[in-house]
């Protein structure tokens, strides 16, 4: 699902508790192709992924191929970014944000590392 423009990678619910217990830091972004709001948020994801490299991961997450997870998280409008600390859900930004809101909260965590 990804395309060449895309720096952050789609994953699969099933990729996902995986991903959890390799990673200290996960940034999930919660999106939809038809989500205008989202192509706002995607720019600054991929921003946060260049910055963060190594650090921490950022990943998406297709809410029409993957309801069960979105429903999982009690989520009920996207953009939505879930960011997870040693495999806990810490923090969730929903809606519209400025990029600040998003490295603000990875660095509050690489801070208790």
């Given at each position: 699902m990804s395309t060449e423009t895309d720096?952050?990678?789609y994953i699969e619910e099933g990729e996902?508790?995986?991903l959890l217990s390799e990673q200290k830091i996960v940034v999930v972004d919660f999106t939809a192709t038809w989500c205008g709001p989202c192509r706002l948020i995607s720019p600054?994801?991929?921003q946060l992924a260049q910055e963060y490299f190594g650090r921490a991961k950022v990943v998406k997450v297709d809410v029409d191929n993957n309801k069960p997870m979105f429903k999982k998280f009690g989520l009920r409008s996207i953009p939505a970014v879930l960011i997870f600390f040693n495999g806990s859900l810490a923090e969730t930004i929903v809606g519209v944000s400025p990029y600040e809101d998003f490295s603000s909260a990875v660095d509050k965590h690489l801070v208790q590392e």
């Open positions: 720096i952050v990678a996902f508790d995986t600054l994801m991929d």
